[in-house]
């Protein structure tokens, strides 16, 4: 039962017939605060054409309303506010839920369209810091999200495997590499040497220059650099794959940025020509002074292609290759202005489609109030990151339930699931303190605060026995039409989330369901042999329901057992 249409429907019903289902719809709000009503609509629009002040509208529209649902109607200030009848109302809601199981909470309006999301891409022959995580998990809950939407999704990987640094740490390697500390170690080790390379060129400026020239070989064709180039990538991805298989993320494509060398010739002879290019201080450039940017780089003097060459290149593939509806950029912020140059290039070679190019950026990982740098060796390992919060996850198990059988693998899901959660439930847009001991605790507003709660809620489903078919036929307490309000609100919340591109709106939601349950399960005795058992179990199954299918859509487990 949507609560939000059939209050809309008893507005244009009985008062405001001129306006469309929709339009009331879309203008009805939820209170912040319980005891202000279910639902309110502000009148602030009407008071044009009607005359009036809002509140005057308010009064005398709020004496007109009726409906059985309704336990009261009354005006607050320029709001009429609905209390609805939490037993019959609930009966809806909770029974909707059941039913639906968890396709709960799914949309159909991105039905036969496709996003392309671009996500993750850390740079091979380095570590994959904690800064690589937010790309990864975002762009892993936005895709999760469109699914949920009905969209079909293409999430790509597209890995940093090309540019002039690969020359630098092939200098590095040929100068002071040991073959067999990088087959027993390659991440760490090409880590040292990518690090070495940069201290030393400090104090040795020719050194630059080898790498520059050795980048100029594995553009040639090299075999001796190619080989050592796709020794370095093959052995990245494998490491990788296996930070990927922890987080529980998966990719449709790892197609980089080596796969676009010999597509961005096209790239070129189109924008010459559309007779955008034009030479400046021996570059190629499109020039951006109508979107009031900076001149997009095409080609440097030297005649080496840039980063929009090969974003561009791929925009091209991609729109053949899927047809996307939508083309995601889940990318850092201080990308924006690239992207913004790139949308801009391809709308002046006339393709419609680069509207539906979105750069959706996020804030940083800061140690110490700073950026991370692999270059500088200011940088914090995901994989050491994850491995100690199971660890601590699994220290915690053993302390609290000693017995739990496949004790291992929950507590991977939990201790994943708090690195997870604490990324997402921040606001995308702010940069992030890293404080491993913040983001492993487990208590308060956390992803094992909510897990434990998806557990608690199947210990009491286990504890009552079978009881089958669970149906809910009403309960009357003030608790349980808190929780199933809030319940009511997960599909709105799913469309939220997606509309813009917000998982933190899902994982903030959690929190708040959760905390509801755990105060309805502090004040009732839920299995209690009395005639409204099954309605108390069957709204715990319930939030089960709906906690589960919120932690998969933010790609975290729910453990039954904690």
């Known amino acids: 039962m949507d609560l939000k249409l059939i209050f809309a429907q008893e507005l244009k019903t009985q008062l405001l017939q001129d306006w469309s289902e929709k339009e009331l719809y879309d203008l009805i709000e939820t209170p912040k605060h319980s005891h202000l009503g279910d639902l309110a609509f502000p009148c602030f629009q009407l008071a044009k054409t009607m005359r009036k002040a809002p509140a005057q509208i308010a009064k005398e529209m709020a004496a007109e309303i009726t409906s059985p649902l309704f336990t009261k109607v009354e005006a607050v200030g320029p709001y009429i506010n609905i209390h609805f009848d939490g037993s019959k109302a609930g009966k809806e809601i909770v ?5 639906k199981g968890k396709d709960y909470g799914t949309h159909t309006f991105g039905k036969d369209r ?11 022959a380095k570590p994959f ?25 293409e999430k790509i990987n597209y890995i940093g495997d090309w540019g002039t640094q690969f020359g630098k740490l092939i200098v590095a390697f040929k100068k002071w590499g040991d ?52 020794w370095f990538k093959d052995e990245s991805l494998q490491a990788f794959k296996t930070i990927y298989s922890l987080l529980g993320v998966e990719f449709d494509s790892y197609n980089g940025e080596a796969f676009f060398n010999d597509k961005m010739e096209e790239v070129v002879t ?18 951006m002074d109508d979107g009031n940017l900076p001149p997009c780089l095409i080609k440097k003097s030297d005649g080496a292609t840039l980063y929009a060459t090969r974003d561009l290149a791929a925009a091209l593939y991609r729109q053949r290759q899927y047809a996307f509806d939508e ?22 070679l006339g393709y419609t489609w680069a509207d539906e190019m979105k750069h959706i950026p996020f804030g940083l990982y800061l140690k110490d109030g700073k950026k991370m740098s692999t270059r500088k060796g200011r940088v914090i390992l995901l994989e050491e990151v994850l491995h100690e919060a199971i660890k601590m996850a699994e220290d915690n198990i053993k302390q609290k339930n000693p017995d739990l059988k496949n004790a291992y693998r929950v507590a991977r899901d939990v201790g994943v699931g708090a690195i997870i959660f604490h990324d997402l439930k921040n606001d995308r847009l702010n940069d992030i303190e890293f404080s491993l001991e913040h983001m492993l605790t487990f208590e308060g507003e956390t992803g094992p605060y909510i897990q434990y709660t998806y557990a608690r809620a199947q210990s009491l489903l286990r504890k009552a ?3 089958d078919p669970l149906t809910f036929e009403g309960l009357e307490d003030a608790e ?51 005639s409204q058992q099954n309605s108390r179990l069957a709204l715990v199954h319930a939030v089960g329901i709906v906690l589960a299918e919120g932690l998969r859509l933010l790609g975290m487990k729910s453990p039954a057992e904690m």
């Open 95 to 99: 029974s909707g839920i059941l039913a």
């Open 114 to 124: 496709t996003v392309v999301l671009d996500m993750s891409s850390p740079n091979i």
């Open 179 to 230: 073959p067999d500390k990088v087959k027993e170690n390659p991440i760490a080790e090409l880590f040292i040497l990518y690090k070495k390379f940069h201290e030393e060129a400090e104090l040795d400026a020719s050194l630059e220059e080898e790498g520059r020239k050795a980048f100029k070989l594995l553009e040639d064709g090299d075999e001796e650099i190619t080989g050592l180039w796709r």
């Open 480 to 530: 349980s039409w808190d929780v199933i309000k809030q319940l009511r609100l997960f599909p709105e919340m799913i469309e939220k989330s997606w509309q813009h591109y917000a998982p933190s709106i899902i994982a903030k939601y959690l929190i708040v369901t959760s905390q509801s349950f755990n105060r309805y399960y502090a004040k009732t005795k839920i299995i209690s042999d009395d």
């Open 327 to 348: 083309a995601l950029y889940i990318v850092g912020q201080e990308q924006t202005i690239h992207f913004q140059q790139v949308m801009n290039v391809l709308k002046k």
């Open 465 to 467: 026995g079978q009881i």
């Open 129 to 153: 810091s904690m800064g690589h995580l937010r790309s990864t998990v975002i762009g892993n809950a936005i895709a999760t999200i469109a699914e949920k939407c009905g969209y079909r999704t």
């Open 270 to 287: 189109l924008l010459q020509e559309h007779h955008l290019l034009e030479e400046s201080q021996g570059a190629q450039v499109v020039r």
